[in-house]
Nanobody, 122 residues
Framework: QVQLVEPGGGLVQSGGLLRLSCAAPERIFDAYAMGWFRQAPGKGRELVASISRDGVPPEYHDSVKGRFTIARHSGESAVYLQMNSLTPENAAVYYC???????????????WGQGTQITVSS
């Protein structure tokens, strides 16, 4: 199990924005795809966005396309999720994750971050 560190999260008004960050060990960051999942109360965990290690276009859940952007920062071995135009439906615990073997997309999670709560007030 690799430790992924996720500071950030919090409370934001509907229509507002937040940026999540996730730091990974450099050897993991350089080798595997990374992504963000979320889990709302009473629901399963779902993939929000994923990004390859080297330039393949990111993938997004349909509900966040055009509002959320995932990006990698090689110098910091970190992945960011910029979330704009947030709505109460986006409220959930958000988890950073790395893939087990793929450098292209998330298909089998190897490691999870501790999760960060996002609350969106209406």
């Amino acid at each position: 199990q690799v430790q992924l560190v996720e500071p950030g999260g919090g409370l934001v008004q509907s229509g507002g924005l937040l940026r999540l960050s996730c730091a990974a060990p450099e050897r993991i960051f350089d080798a595997y795809a990374m992504g963000w999942f979320r889990q709302a109360p009473g629901k399963g965990r779902e993939l929000v966005a994923s990004i390859s290690r080297d330039g393949v276009p990111p993938e997004y859940h349909d509900s966040v396309k055009g509002r959320f952007t995932i990006a990698r920062h090689s110098g910091e071995s970190a992945v960011y999720l910029q979330m704009n135009s947030l709505t109460p439906e986006n409220a959930a615990v958000y988890y950073c994750a790395t893939d087990r073997q793929s450098g292209v997309r998330i298909s089998a999670v190897a490691s999870w971050g501790q999760g960060t709560q996002i609350t969106v007030s209406s």
